[in-house]
């Protein structure tokens, strides 16, 4: 049986001037599970989490989330994919409405009123 992977890493670094942040990451997270980073402070999680989705260039390596190159193919990458992080992102004086059609402009989606609308009636 073959296993299709979701994030498949290899040899994956990134620097800051001379701070080696990510050292050669190698993962492997099969299509349909559950993975979760853990480590100590330094130790490369966040860096390897933005690297994963797009928000920052390996520098050495290679990966590919849901088959698609995380370089080569970003924007594919990043429709793909949701990410949050462990204390909310947005505006409380904003609302729902409001602090999705502010992302979606921020991100430069084209209509970002209507996929607001859109994603409120999809989701409630």
């Keep these: 049986m073959t296993t299709t992977y979701a994030v498949l890493s290899e040899g994956l670094e990134k620097r ?13 997270v099969a299509e349909g599970t559950v993975c979760g980073l ?5 130790a490369g999680k966040t860096t390897a989490v933005r690297l994963l989705t797009t928000l920052l260039r390996p520098d050495a390596g290679s990966a590919r989330v849901a088959g698609h190159d995380l370089v080569r ?28 059609r502010l992302f979606a402009r921020l991100h430069r989606v084209r209509g970002a009123a209507a996929r607001a ?3 409120l009636d999809r989701f409630g």
């Design 117 to 119: 609308d859109e994603l």
């Design 73 to 100: 193919e970003a924007a594919a990458v990043r429709r793909l994919i949701g990410v949050t992080g462990q204390y909310a992102s947005v505006d409380g004086d904003l609302t729902g409405r409001q602090n999705l």
């Design 38 to 42: 853990l480590g100590p402070n330094g």
């Design 16 to 28: 800051f001037g001379a701070v080696r942040a990510l050292r050669g990451l190698d993962l492997a």
